[in-house]
């Protein structure tokens, strides 16, 4: 089966990759604003019979593709899901699926594209998530009261000294990070329908009077800088992660919390932080039910039920499977089978726009200071 991909960056060539090992697939076309770019950084390409389109349309028009991918920058992603619908072809998105409530309602307006469309979800589908939610169905927990999740993210360096610490083309870090932490949480207590929405967030720590479009490279307080060996430490790519974070044209805030509010009176308390690293990291909830309490954390592959009516505990270990936990294997597997028509998407268009809709529901009460429905 051939493949085209819109905007071909790192996020989208680890899925493509994937769509290759599997021996089903062909890249055969990539269409990007700075098709150079694409093919310095990544050489492995070179080896492909693969065509260039500097225009996404041109492509659709071009190929007969039997998948399209789009991983161009946030901002885009809607316009060009937009663009994949009129060709009526699977459709693999990356999230978010829109970052403004004018593209979520644009989205909305494609809905026979939805059971065709696998939005990027990899933790729903992770093999962590699946075992807590064949637990959370069974009825161990009993009547669920509550979700207390967190997101500690180690690697929040890349949202403030990449491209990323544009607010423009992000939406902001709910958008960002919540999307996919909301989604799994909707995901496991299943047709429940959340309803209302508030949120803060603030800005304590990536903010500062350095001149905008400063590259560390050229400051003088590099050597001083708490960031660099922090950074440098983190990637090898350090010429891509040479914005300076203390700039006056760095957005996006370092923390943010949310509460969500369901039909049937269950709540979730989220929160989400970009400064926590290395072993201070930690992504998962806790599920509060009458019967028991079940918590999990992806990044220990742990899941621990505690018994309301003893004090006895049971640990059960989950393999990491792959990247994102192995919720990306999952993903590419299923486009696969949505493109042969032998499946429908396990995320899909309405699973995107609903995550969507609550993140920017938290950005909104952020700002706002008030309580935000969701339709």
């Known amino acids: 089966m051939k493949i085209g991909v819109i905007g071909y960056g790192k996020r989208i060539n680890s899925i493509v990759e994937l769509l ?33 389109y500097d225009d996404a349309e041109k492509m659709l028009d071009s190929e007969e593709l039997d998948g399209i991918l789009v991983g161009t920058r946030c901002s885009s992603h809607t316009e060009y899901a937009l663009l994949a619908a009129k060709y009526n072809k699977p ?6 699926v829109c970052t403004t409530y004018e593209d979520l309602a644009r989205l909305k307006g494609i809905m026979h594209m ?44 890349g949202y403030f000294h990449k491209w990323y610490k544009d607010e423009a083309e992000t939406g902001g870090l709910f958008l960002q990070k919540s999307t996919h932490d909301l989604d799994y949480i909707n995901y496991i207590i299943g047709n429940v329908r959340p309803v209302r929405v508030c949120a803060m967030n603030s800005k304590m720590i990536f903010f500062g009077d350095h001149p905008a ?7 003088p307080d590099v050597d001083i800088c708490p960031e660099t060996d922090r950074v440098r430490a983190m990637k090898n790519d350090v010429e891509v992660y040479d914005n300076c974070s203390f700039a006056v044209d760095t957005g996006n805030e370092d923390s943010g ?30 599920i509060i039910g009458y019967k028991a309490t079940l918590e999990f954390d992806f990044y220990t592959g742990e899941i621990v039920i505690f018994n309301h009516e003893s004090d006895k505990k049971e640990v059960i270990t989950v393999e990491d499977d792959g990247s994102h936990f192995g919720g990306d294997k999952f993903l590419a597997e299923n486009f696969i089978a949505v493109m042969k028509g032998s499946d429908v998407s396990h995320s899909t268009l309405s699973d995107g726009i609903l995550s969507a809709e609550m993140c920017l529901a938290a950005r909104k009460s952020a700002k706002e200071r008030i309580f935000v429905d969701i339709e």
């Open 213 to 219: 479009g400063l590259r560390c490279r050229d400051c």
């Open 257 to 286: 919390s949310l509460i969500v509010q369901y039909e049937n009176g269950l709540h979730t308390v989220y929160t989400q932080n970009f400064i926590a690293r290395f072993g201070a990291q930690k992504r998962g909830a806790r």
């Open 91 to 96: 459709l693999y998105l990356e999230k978010p």
């Open 20 to 52: 290759l090992m599997s021996g089903e697939c062909t890249l055969s076309s990539i269409a990007d604003v700075d098709t150079e770019r694409v093919k310095t950084r990544f050489p492995a390409l070179a080896d492909m019979n693969v065509r260039y």
């Open 114 to 157: 939805n059971e065709r469309t696998v939005v990027s979800f990899p933790l729903r589908t992770a093999k962590i998530v699946e075992e807590v939610k064949k637990i959370v169905d069974s009825g161990r927990l009993g009547t669920l009261s509550q979700i207390q999740s967190a997101n500690n993210v180690p690697y929040g360096a």
